[in-house]
């Protein structure tokens, strides 16, 4: 035995088959634990709940939903509130803490102290506490809807959050916005063709810059087709609450402000990081060549600091998709907020926690395959 | 060039140093104006509501009509907040336990005493936080569920960072290994903490240990939130330690093993008392995030700093003074963490000098 474990390999062999049984026996443990304990409570287990009649409310769903459907349809509910929350935040988040970022760097003195404040306050504050901040304001700070004010023709504010005119035929409109953000990519594809021709050619097309914009024509087109509907439905005081229009809630509201503006400061040091890497000489190489400003941004500088700024700026995305999790606290009917229900109505704990962890290990994996295609196509390639 | 300048009057150096930093440019002019405007309004309304509005005596009636900063909330409920439903009588001892907890911090801050003697004034400073929290010897006893406020989140937030940096320490050494299990256990561990929420890990501790126990075996919800944070943040730690150890150059082990020392020998007085070194700022960073992090246990009913606050808010008595409150704790908060960034980033410069 002694032998043996002088021998580097055969000690590496049983070092490792020692973790392995301990860790095994460690989880067969707290496995057989749990069916003693499950046993005796008389709870059942596996996924059996999913057919099962929900029997609560979502205050917000972005499909039909009634208290009689499933638990399945329930928790679906909750990812796609997540995934809302998460991708419109995540693209304000980055808009806000771009600009502040840039912001920090910026020669006027008053501009740069504001956004350094604006960092520093927001980071060392825990983001639930700002969350329980924004919601107080948007519900104690704001009127009844009685007197709720109106800050734009048909727009109102009220401790019921936001209502806005929505358009009638909502299928139309979201088609159309939804190409309007493909033209938007395909923009900047042929942007970026153009560019990559006129590298390898040298001749410029300036008719080819102005079609470009022709792109912007294909949403407008598919909104014609579908009728061009420009019927809105506008909210208005009926009793105790507002009919028509789009309601945007103060939870949605909170958690969305919450974490934009939390994420947006770690943003923003990101984008500052990523743009100071870049050495002084480059701008200053890039001016002696004529370059513009706007060009030596777009072609020098932004090219070599995304590299710089992309994966921790990922890391980031990431962190304000689990962070929207907090909404449980605040009352916003998130994925986990939507679980936890789940799990005291069934006592299903198990089953619970682990498809929280499913969930959200999905959303990393995914980002995290991002991120490596993203250092695959943007490496430094050496000669 | 500047000798001129200092010579000028003040009006006229204050002139030129305005016309340099915010009217260089047409653009920079209007964004400054702009934001003066901004920054007025924000110190009048601002001044408005603390001085103007503000109450100082009185009840919350006579705060509701004033419509300012109501002060008289803040010294009924501050007790609440700071200490949660700690025994009236006794508040003096959770007030000596930080006070040694953040003396003990403040001593530890200086890189040149980081030795024996601070292991030893640690293991002191824990016995006497403890025993005056909780009682015994001569003290009335308090159970920890009694525990809360501004002592409990401290006391989540140090054990939290003390206890998960060693825990750190091994899962980093285990995901350098060649021995490919422990490696992989390693990595398992680490992307599937860091892949989920906080509040996922604080489920389960909150509804899942009790679960995990043999019968009989039971831990208090304290101790279990603990721990969860504690597996929590070791897998940052982990990641944080790991870059230090990427960063020693291969020459030092290549040193160590022709020297004749062992893995364990080599790890511990060579390797990573520097790698330790390295990463200190990193580590500060990762200790405010889990610092604020450690609200987070509110959600499953622990009476931290930022529950109390939330509780103090739904007295019938008191209610819509949430302004007050939030902006009272966040200063709280913001005082350790900003103290803590500050830290870090003076260490990083000190480090850095030194290399040079």
């Known amino acids: 035995m002694l032998k043996n474990f002088r021998d580097e390999k055969k000690r590496a062999l049983l070092i490792q088959v020692l973790g392995l049984f301990s860790v095994f026996a460690f989880i067969g443990y707290l496995f057989h634990n749990t069916q003693m304990n499950l046993a005796k409570l008389n709870i059942a287990t596996g996924f059996g709940f999913f057919e099962l009649e929900a029997g609560f409310d979502i205050g917000e769903s972005l499909i039909e939903y009634w208290s009689d459907d499933t638990y399945l349809k329930a928790l679906g509910v909750g990812i796609l509130n997540t995934l809302k929350v998460a991708i419109i935040g995540n693209i304000l988040a980055v808009v806000l803490g771009v600009l502040i970022g840039l912001g920090h760097l910026s020669d006027n003195w008053m501009l740069k102290k504001i956004c350094r404040v604006y960092i520093e306050t927001v980071r060392n504050i825990p983001l639930l506490l700002q969350l329980f901040l924004w919601y107080a304001l948007l519900t104690e700070g704001l009127p009844a809807v009685k007197e709720a004010i109106e800050i734009l023709p048909s727009v109102f504010l009220s401790n019921r959050g936001l209502n806005i005119p929505s358009p009638v035929d909502i299928t139309s409109f979201s088609v159309s916005l939804i190409v309007l953000i493909f033209s938007v990519i395909g923009y900047f594809l042929l942007d970026s063709k153009r560019d990559q021709l006129v590298n390898e050619t040298g001749v410029e097309s300036p008719l080819w810059e102005k079609l470009n914009f022709l792109v912007f024509l294909l949403p407008i087109i598919t909104w014609a087709l579908m009728g061009a509907s420009t019927e809105f439905s506008v909210p208005k005081l009926q009793g105790f609450n507002f009919t028509g229009g789009y309601n945007l809630t103060p939870e949605f509201a909170a958690l969305l402000f919450g974490l934009v503006i939390y994420t947006a400061a770690f943003n923003a040091e990101i984008t500052r990081a990523g743009i100071q890497s870049i050495p002084k000489g480059q701008w200053e190489a890039s001016h002696s060549l004529g370059l513009s400003k706007v060009d030596t941004i777009k072609r020098i500088i932004l090219p070599q600091s995304l590299r710089v700024i992309v994966p921790p700026l990922t890391s980031q995305v990431l962190n304000l998709t689990k962070n929207s999790s907090l909404a449980v606290a605040i009352g916003f009917p998130d994925f986990v907020a939507i679980t936890n229900t789940t799990m005291n109505q069934t006592g299903q704990a198990v089953e619970c926690v682990f498809l929280i962890m499913i969930v959200y290990l999905t959303f990393s994996l995914l980002t995290s395959l991002f991120m490596n295609w993203f250092n695959k196509r943007f490496a430094i390639v050496e000669r | ?356």
């Not at chain 2, 001593?107 to 601070?118: A, C, D, I, V």
């Not at chain 2, 003390?162 to 398992?188: D, F, T």
Request: hydrophobic share 50%; proline share 4%; net charge positive.
């Open chain 2, 1 to 356: 060039m500047t000798e001129l300048i200092s010579k000028k009057p003040f009006f006229e150096r204050f002139a030129i140093w305005l016309k340099k930093n915010l009217f260089n440019t047409p653009t920079n002019s209007v964004i400054s104006i702009f934001l003066l405007a901004f920054i007025w309004k924000g110190i009048e309304g601002l001044f408005t509501w603390i001085f103007i509005k503000g109450v100082w005596s009185g009840g919350a009636s006579v705060c509701r009509e004033a419509g300012g900063f109501c002060f008289p909330f803040l010294f009924e409920k501050t007790r609440f907040i700071i200490f949660g439903f700690y025994p009236d009588g006794q508040l003096w001892r959770p007030t000596c336990a930080m006070l040694i907890l953040i003396g003990t911090l403040f001593y530890s801050k200086e890189p040149n005493r980081w030795n024996k003697k601070l292991a030893y004034l640690w293991s002191i400073s824990t016995f006497f936080i403890f025993w005056l929290m909780g009682g015994g010897l001569g003290l009335t006893e308090v159970t920890n569920d009694k525990w809360g406020g501004l002592p409990l989140t401290l006391l989540l937030a140090t054990i939290g960072i003390v206890c998960s940096y060693p825990l750190g320490i091994v899962l980093a050494l285990m995901r350098r290994s060649k021995l490919k299990v422990l490696k992989s256990i390693s990595v398992v561990y680490i992307e599937i903490i860091r892949g989920v929420p906080l509040i996922s890990v604080l489920f389960m501790s909150s509804v899942m240990f009790p679960l995990f126990l043999p019968e009989g075996v039971n831990f208090d919800k304290l101790l279990r939130a603990q721990i969860a944070i504690i597996l929590f943040v070791s897998a940052y730690m982990a990641e944080v330690i790991r870059g230090g150890l990427s960063s020693i150059p291969k020459g030092q082990y290549e040193a160590a093993h022709t020297l004749g020392l062992s893995y364990f020998d080599t790890m511990r007085s060579i390797i990573i008392p520097q790698a330790i070194r390295i990463v200190i700022p990193p580590t500060v960073n990762t200790a405010i995030g889990m610092f604020k992090d450690t609200s987070l246990v509110l959600i499953i009913a622990l009476f931290d700093l930022l529950n109390t606050t939330k509780t103090s808010l739904r007295d019938p008595e008191w209610l819509g003074f949430s302004l007050e409150a939030y902006v009272f704790v966040g200063l709280i908060y913001f005082v350790f963490c900003f103290s803590m960034s500050k830290y870090s980033q003076r260490l990083e410069r000190e480090f850095g000098m030194k290399e040079r």
